[in-house]
């Protein structure tokens, strides 16, 4: 919902800003005068034409500065995950703003063909030091745009393309967008640029310049990162393909620390980039190294072509980057609701920390917690090698947490209808498998005394 009003009043903004510019008449009807000239196509072309383009570059500026990672932007969007969320719909509708400006454009030659050039609307006025870069700055927006269709149908057709060349290809993002400044610029009437419009659209073209710059010079999450090294690996459970292996990491004395259920984005090689990786351990609750310096565990299971190889390639000693804390999924609601703690597979990880916190002398008890009822779905109870130790957890939390295992190997799936039996406005916090989410979710629109907090790692 945040994300829909985010979009929603972003573009609403603009369209007020571009309503308190253009004429009180906007000239749109008749269509066609008595004449037979297509004046009301003509001026309806136009308008969406300008406004079409008015909400795509805006939308490409708001995508640039998202990408800065912002921690402040974390706690009105409900966290990193939810600003990568923006960043990801916001390049989708300017997308398809881009394709409607395109379209609106290309309406020329059939208004032509139909009804001739009677009606047309002389050619709007530009900045005078532009004027000559008309076609140049025409021919450039068309480029970018080709090219950045293509961009959003990699970044959503994520199968057509592993990981390592889609970070290399969206990294020509802000040379696009920055392509894309320059069409605006030289091709944006003269009367845009007055007040309130001028100082909008000049502000988000500047903050979206320099966000693209600072995206091109590598600074991105710069001042977040912490060079550290792995100070323990161990494969859990049976050591089979797919078990899940356990990564200590020792960093420096600048770490910041962090609270329970937040991630990091995590590089082992600089070939392949960073991911993000909850952290599976409470602050404190590891304690330090040897040498004085924090540690921290990840637990990453075998998922995907990467985190498949990391049980061979990592080792102790071995560097690591670390770019974070993010996030805000901290497993607390408000005191009228039952709190409800819902995991499948890896999604365990961020309640593993959550856990650790709860324990008797952990560092971070704060009185605001509440009791928990926990459900965790495992393929297998038998096998599955986080289930001990979270059974240990829950029965030493406190507040206490009252945890129910739904085993797959045993029919026991988890329902949405399983939550039901606990009563009353449910806060349900969620992390697991998408297809688990997506029913939940959807239960939880029928059911309104739910309020569903959601984690998504899907950040491309």
């Given amino acids: 919902m945040r994300i829909k009003m985010a979009l929603g009043g972003f573009l609403f903004v603009i369209t007020l800003a571009w309503l308190a510019v253009v004429p009180p008449e906007l000239g749109v009807s008749p269509l066609v005068d008595a004449q037979g000239a297509a004046t009301g196509w003509w001026r309806l072309r136009q308008h969406v034409l300008y406004l079409s383009g008015l909400w795509s570059i805006g939308l490409m500026s708001l995508i640039m500065v998202l990408a800065l990672r912002l921690p402040w932007l974390e706690r009105p969007l ?15 509708g300017a997308a398809l703003m881009a394709i409607l400006h395109w379209g609106a454009d290309e309406s020329s030659d059939w208004i032509k ?32 745009f080709y090219l950045l269709l293509a961009l959003v149908a990699l970044t959503l057709l994520t199968r057509l393309l592993s990981y390592r060349p889609w970070r290399f ?20 009437p003269l009367t845009f640029w007055t007040l309130p419009l001028g100082l909008l659209m000049g502000t988000l073209l500047a903050l979206g310049s320099l966000a693209a710059v600072w995206s091109l010079a590598g ?12 100070h323990a690996v161990r494969v859990l459970g049976d050591g089979g393909g797919a078990a899940p292996i356990e990564v200590i990491c020792a960093l420096p004395a600048r770490w910041p620390g962090h609270r329970a259920g937040q991630f990091v984005f995590v ?76 995991a499948g597979g890896v999604g365990i990880t961020p309640f593993l920390a959550l856990l650790e916190a709860r324990q008797p002398g952990a560092p971070d008890t704060p009185d605001a917690r509440q009791p928990v009822h926990m459900h965790y ?35 026991e799936r988890l329902r949405p209808e399983d939550l039901e039996a606990i009563g009353g406005p449910l806060d349900i ?23 569903l907090h959601r984690e998504s790692f899907a950040m491309r």
């Avoid at 939940?440 to 629109?445: P, T, V, Y």
Wanted: hydrophobic share 40%; glycine share 12%.
């Fill in 78 to 92: 409900g966290g990193m995950d939810q600003v990568y969320r923006l960043h990801k719909w916001a390049g989708i």
């Fill in 113 to 144: 063909g139909l009804w001739g050039r009677a009606g047309r609307p002389a050619r709007d006025a530009v900045l005078p030091w532009l004027t000559d870069a008309r076609g140049l700055a025409k021919d450039l927006g068309e480029l970018a």
């Fill in 169 to 188: 290809l969206h990294r020509l993002m802000p040379v696009l967008y920055l392509a894309l400044v320059v069409h605006a610029v030289s091709l944006m």
């Fill in 219 to 230: 600074r991105i999450g710069r001042a977040r990162q912490h060079v550290g090294r792995i």
């Fill in 267 to 342: 590089r082992f090689d600089d070939a392949e980039g960073a991911h993000p990786f909850t952290i599976a351990s409470a602050p404190g609750s590891l304690g330090t190294s040897e040498q004085g310096e924090p540690l921290l565990r990840l637990v990453i299971k075998p998922l995907g072509d990467y985190t498949r190889t990391l049980g061979h390639r990592l080792q102790a000693g071995q560097r690591v980057d670390i770019e974070g804390p993010y996030g805000c999924f901290d497993g607390r609601g408000r005191r009228r609701r039952q709190q409800v703690w819902v």
């Fill in 377 to 411: 779905s495992t393929r297998d109870a038998a096998t599955d090698p986080l289930l001990p130790r979270l059974r240990a957890l829950c029965a030493q939390a406190r507040p206490p947490v009252s945890l129910t295992v739904h085993d797959d190997a045993r029919g």
């Fill in 429 to 451: 916090w969620f992390c697991g498998p998408r297809g688990m989410g997506d029913g939940l979710q959807a239960h939880a629109r029928a059911a309104r005394p739910w309020r």
